[in-house]
């Protein structure tokens, strides 16, 4: 999918004597949404954007190194020691040596002659790297100008990495003017250079508008174009996002100390060894524990945990949170949020009218976009093209609000608004912010919504394209899943079951459900489940057990039976 960034110069920063000012160049041929404001607090705004840079252009997945020229050197040194057990007169094998030592002599006034050559081809790999690079590969920030906050959205290079950075209008001392919606705004590494140069003692005004910081040659501004062969699983890589993020996460408080031990030990530390995850361990009443393996140092939290049952979740991939470091001086707190063992995980740095959202998934090879179903999760209802685009023009006109607020609104039910909302994510009309816990209006794609658009947005869930949601629906179907125990607590219901797939194997799945039915806990003795768990999302025969469960309450509720 090749998707077109039009910019009418480049954003920058200009510095004065006692005034700076930011300009965010955004795409031209995308809606009309700018932002013109001066800054109380430039410098939390500033760490915020650093951090987004940083994981904006990492790259930690592992890549084995190119080994061509030492293998090359192995075959060389192998017909050199061939061509000597080949040689039985000793004149010759010395007239051999004298030749490869003068073949070594020439190779380096060769390479002192090529030297200015190499100097100079470094320092056209290293524009091509900091330009071409830019232009081709790095995917640019999503900006959303809401009537509460302007906030920033970019995943990582690889792809394993979700970074969001929201400011309040309380970090502005006064905004200008405003025009509500999203666009892309180019964020390149020499605008990110420029974010230390800010300061407190200057004003600081933050445009973001269609005209950005250009150079003018003649009448005509500069225009900055680029034009990106964007995967098809970057818009999968922010469903996923928010479906984590609405799942039944483990909160765990950090101070900014306990964050900064967390970090001091991943720079002075370094596993050579498997494993290498990091493990929270979560007591009721006593304080959070976090776990370095394969060392097993403890750092204890100030935090106690306030869970009803004791949990120990690993987490992987632990070298992503460095970016973190640079957020700590102007940090007040941080929550940590939990999906499970090998889930992903999700850290927000409140900084007072800024905040920093990290969101991590299972390990840095296992990205967002790899193959993640955890929408599965999440029970949905069958919308219809109307509702969707009801529930998006209400979510228009305020541009945020939570599940319950729309519902209102809309006089749909809030399973229903919730069910429709989680379609409209899918399809990057919309997000989940957990800092705030609001839905809020944010378009990925230039073109508008349209009802056409609406009606394929809810094919995908009638027809269950994905193949754990079709098994569960072909279980269900052939009556092949059995609830044998059920039991009510006040999140919900925890449910054991039997269930029989196409392989004819019989297996037994446990799940524990909240009352929107929404899977927070699963467990299955299939051989998926025992592969991957829940890192891949939930298998046909939990799908298929919920199904029954939700048959049964729909069963009861007609009856008017208490659940």
Known sequence: MIVEFKYRGQSAITQGLDRARMTFASNTIREAAFFRGTLARPLVLREALGALHEVVTSDLKYRPRDRFAFQQWLEEQDRIFLAKLA???????????????????LD??????????????????DYVFKNQYELSFLFDPVISIHPDEIFFEAFSKDESSY???????????????????????????????????????????????????????????????????????????????????????????????DLFNVLRFLRRRKARTSPRAMRYELVPGKPVKVVFEPWNHVIELEAIF?????????????????????????????DVY????????????????????????GWTDNDWTGGAKFDLLTRRL???????????????????????????RTKLTVEKTRSVLSHLCQVGRAMYDLSTRKY????????????????????PAQTETTKEAAGAHQIYAADNVRIIARRP???????????????????????????????????????????????????????????????????????????
Not at 440 to 459: C, E, G, I, M, S
């Open 87 to 105: 040689m039985r007169r000793e004149d010759a094998r010395v007239r051999v040596e004298e030749l490869e030592a003068r073949r070594v002599e």
């Open 108 to 125: 380096l006034l060769r390479d002192a002659r090529l030297a200015p050559f190499y100097e100079r081809r470094r320092h056209y790999f």
């Open 163 to 257: 970074a969001r950075v929201g400011a309040r209008y309380d970090v502005f001392e006064k905004i200008h003017e405003l025009e509500c919606g999203t666009t892309n705004i180019d964020f390149s590494g020499k605008l990110a250079g420029e974010f230390d140069r800010m300061r407190t003692y200057r004003k600081t005004d933050l445009d973001v508008t269609p005209s950005g910081f250009g150079v003018k040659v003649g009448d005509a501004p500069e225009h900055h174009e680029k034009k990106i062969d964007l995967p098809d699983s970057w818009v999968n890589g922010f469903l996923q996002v928010q479906s984590t993020m609405t799942m039944g996460l483990t909160r765990v408080r950090m101070t900014p100390v």
């Open 306 to 334: 306030d869970g009803p049952k004791p949990q120990t979740v690993r987490t992987w991939g632990r070298d992503r949170l460095r970016v973190l470091g640079r957020l700590l001086p102007q940090a007040q707190h941080v």
């Open 338 to 361: 939990l999906a499970g063992l090998g889930l992903p995980s999700v850290y927000i740095v409140d900084m007072g009218e800024v905040s920093f959202t990290l969101a991590l998934s």
């Open 382 to 408: 069958n919308g219809t093209p109307e509702e969707l685009m009801l529930v998006y023009e209400t979510l228009g006109k305020t541009q945020n609000g939570t599940d319950a607020e729309l519902a209102q």
């Open 440 to 459: 809020r209006r944010r378009d990925l794609f230039l073109t508008p919504f349209t009802l056409k658009d609406a009606a394929k947005a809810v094919q």
């Open 489 to 563: 607590f006040s999140q919900g219901f925890k449910l054991s079951g039997s269930a029989k797939g196409k392989d004819g194997n019989r297996v037994r799945p446990q799940i524990t459900v909240n009352h929107e039915g929404q899977i927070v806990e699963g467990a299955c003795t299939c051989s998926f489940f025992k592969s991957h768990q829940l890192t891949q999302g939930p298998c046909e025969h939990l799908l298929a057990l919920r199904l029954a469960h939700m048959d049964r309450l729909a069963a009861e509720a007609k009856k008017g039976a208490p659940s």
